[in-house]
């Protein structure tokens, strides 16, 4: 159990650094570190509670619905934010990269 923490750990510090580095320049300065992982979180969040996954196993991601649920939770529990949609989705936009370069390897 604690092996699967770490690795999550530091799965989710390469998806940090990566959306770092993919994050327009005007937008590097927006987001802090803990943004980052706060905003990960929230997508993880979304991915479990809800239906992106059809019958046969196959993912329907809609970046907006995402991005909508990011921002409306970030404003709901004011702990950090609150974001601009149209910046949260290039960090929803990033993960979603991050993981198809892990397909890749």
Do not use: H, W
């Not at 994050?23 to 990960?40: H, N, R, S, V």
């Not at 907006?64 to 970030?74: G, I, L, S, T």
Request: hydrophobic fraction near 35%; aromatic fraction near 14%.
């Amino acid at each position: 159990m604690e092996e699967d923490f770490l690795l999550d750990a530091e799965d989710d510090a390469r998806a940090v650094e990566f959306i770092q580095n993919y994050l327009p320049q005007d937008l590097k300065d927006k987001f802090t570190e803990d943004d980052l992982y706060y905003i990960l979180d929230l997508i993880a969040e979304y991915y479990t509670s809800s239906e992106c996954l059809d019958a046969e196993g196959y993912i329907n991601i809609d970046l907006d619905e995402v991005v909508d649920y990011v921002v409306k939770q970030a404003k709901k529990e004011g702990e950090m934010g609150p974001y601009a949609p149209e910046d949260v989705f290039f960090v929803v936009q990033g993960e979603m990269e991050y993981g198809d370069s892990l397909e890749e390897e």
